[in-house]
């Protein structure tokens, strides 16, 4: 028979799984709690934040334990997170064992991210239609879609380093708004602005913004104001990225003069 510590590990790693790839405050809780209960785990408390898990079970009894887990905030993982729902499923339906369990998330924690070439292309294709939808041209839509692939390179390469976010920001920010500006003095028929705003849709911190949202309504409020404290720093790199090149443009000799 499992114990209690074994049982509050396992709901613990895929509540940390959950959260790191970007799912709900309320949902890991609410997750972390129905696979407790599926184990008859008693007397348990489980409180979830952004960027943390506390939980503990069995308080009264000799086995009693508790965890605490920092989770950082990271990137969203829609794969992993469809997958620990499905297994979060079974557990609580009594068709997975202990050892099954940790086996299942084992292959989610390997989930691989799409390839760094569709990523590229996706990218493109999202800064394009973006500059398009924004009421830009079709060249408009061109030139966003070739910077967004430069964006995402940067970003890929980046990644990789585990920069600082903030820095990440305002220098991805910076590229977009200098390639879209290029385009601009090299006498195309483009309208910068729309170019530049769908240039850095990929910087947008929009689910960060909708999760605080989210989080604020279900009475999440710490939680709530940690994403929307990101999420508007996030906004506010890329305003110091976007205003800093075109105001060097600005002043540059030969630089066209912008509305």
Avoid at 68 to 93: D, Y
Avoid at 157 to 164: D, E, F, N, V
Wanted: contains cysteine; hydrophobic residues 45%; charged residues 15%.
């Amino acid at each position: 028979m499992a114990t209690a510590r074994e049982v509050l590990t396992l709901a613990v790693e895929i509540g940390d799984l959950l959260l790191r790839n970007g799912a709900e405050v309320y949902r890991v809780e609410d997750t972390v709690l129905h696979i407790l209960e599926a184990y008859e785990i008693k007397d348990y408390d489980v409180y979830v934040l952004s960027n943390g898990i506390f939980a503990s079970a069995n308080e009264d009894e000799e086995d009693a334990c508790s965890m605490i887990r920092h989770v950082p905030l990271g990137s969203v993982h829609l794969n992993r997170i469809a997958a620990l729902n499905q297994l979060s499923r079974e557990i609580c339906a009594h068709e997975c064992s202990l050892s099954d369990a940790w086996e299942r998330l084992k292959e989610c924690k390997n989930l691989p991210l799409a390839p760094d070439s569709v990523k590229l292309f996706f990218c493109g294709l999202g800064c394009g239609c973006f500059a398009y939808l924004f009421g830009g041209t079709v060249t408009d839509g061109l030139v966003a879609f070739f910077v967004g692939v430069v964006l995402e390179s940067f970003l890929l390469t980046t990644g990789k380093s585990k920069s600082s976010k903030f820095i990440i920001n305002i220098l991805g920010s910076a590229i977009a708004t200098t390639l879209s500006l290029l385009a601009l003095n090299f006498g195309l028929p483009v309208l910068h602005d729309k170019v530049i705003i769908g240039s850095i849709m990929p910087l947008v911190p929009g689910i960060a913004l909708t999760t605080s949202i989210r989080d604020l309504f279900n009475g999440d409020y710490l939680s709530g104001v940690i994403h929307l404290m990101d999420a508007v720093l996030t906004a506010f790199c890329i305003a110091v990225g976007v205003g800093t090149i075109i105001t060097i443009y600005q002043f540059l000799p030969g630089g066209v003069l912008l509305p």
